[in-house]
């Protein structure tokens, strides 16, 4: 499965068959998952890519990857609708692969004809850490498409990450003995980060972004900046990059000017796009 995902064409989807009709479920889970898998064999499953913004001084160039689905009526479906319900199947750890795959793909291509230090993060689902191949076939997808190892950091989900902290310490040191680096992302969502960083080596999983309710309620509706303050000290005090999203407008990004915060990203800066054109040049902020 993993071979066809890694090699393309039309036999790519094939891997969503035996993972929707092997599980167990009810009929509405079951129709969400078929929704997902027909998506993919009709081309209404793609990836989206919105930049990740210095926020101080020159930038590197980091994209954020996302899938996007739309249904029958070409209308864009809410993640909120579908992925939770492919947790804990076969579905979710081959979205996973099919996600790297196009990823790794799509940047090979975009080093190629514009710019060779572009980077992706790159979401893992709390599936992927239960597989034991996930490893392997990072590397190996990575090797074929013939590009630099570092070129995608994977992102781990805090609740993920402390409820698998056994299987994440591991596949941080065997990916980082190849260069590769991981991501804590939604940083901050629970009580569990402190713990997390002491556990991760900032060499290992340098960036933690920030999880976004930290943005839209406690900043900008409840007008309280000590949470996100506090999360952000916690990640410097340990030697982390900074990523906070949701900026969605000036008068955001104005109140987290002063905090320290190495990376922005959000609608204020740019949408999410099915293409990699954007000037990081202009938009140093």
Do not use: C
């Not at 506090?230 to 905090?259: C, F, G, H, S, Y």
Request: proline residues 4%.
């Amino acid at each position: 499965a993993a071979n066809r995902a890694e090699t393309g064409g039309g036999n790519r989807v094939r891997i969503f068959e035996d993972a929707v009709d092997g599980v167990s479920t009810d009929k509405q889970q079951k129709e969400a998952l078929r929704q997902i898998q027909e998506a993919m064999e009709t081309g209404r499953a793609h990836l989206l890519f919105q930049p990740i913004v210095k926020l101080h001084g020159d930038s590197q160039e980091f994209f954020q990857v996302l899938l996007r689905i739309r249904d029958e009526k070409d209308e864009p479906v809410p993640v909120s609708q579908l992925f939770p319900v492919t947790q804990g199947t076969k579905l979710a750890l081959k979205l996973d692969y099919w996600i790297i795959a196009q990823a790794l793909r799509t940047l090979k291509e975009h080093r190629t004809s514009s710019n060779q230090s572009t980077r992706f993060f790159v979401q893992l689902s709390a599936t992927a850490l239960e597989d034991e191949n996930i490893i392997n076939y990072i590397l190996k997808t990575t090797k074929a498409a013939k590009i630099s190892t570092d070129a995608i950091i994977y992102q781990i989900d805090e609740v993920d990450a402390n409820s698998h902290l056994k299987q994440v310490m591991s596949i941080a040191k065997s990916l980082s003995d190849e260069h590769i680096k991981l991501a804590i992302n939604r940083f901050g969502s629970g009580l569990a980060g402190e713990n997390l960083l002491k556990h991760l080596p900032a060499d290992q999983v340098p960036y933690v972004r920030v999880d976004g309710h930290i943005i839209q309620h406690d900043l900008i509706k409840e007008g309280d900046s000590s949470k996100l303050q506090e999360t952000i000290k916690l990640a410097k005090d340990n030697k982390r990059t900074t990523i906070v999203p949701m900026i969605e407008e000036a008068q955001t990004l104005a109140q987290i000017w002063p905090m320290g915060i190495d990376y922005v990203q959000g609608f204020y800066l740019s949408p999410p796009s099915p293409n990699l054109y954007f000037d990081f040049s202009e938009a140093g902020l």
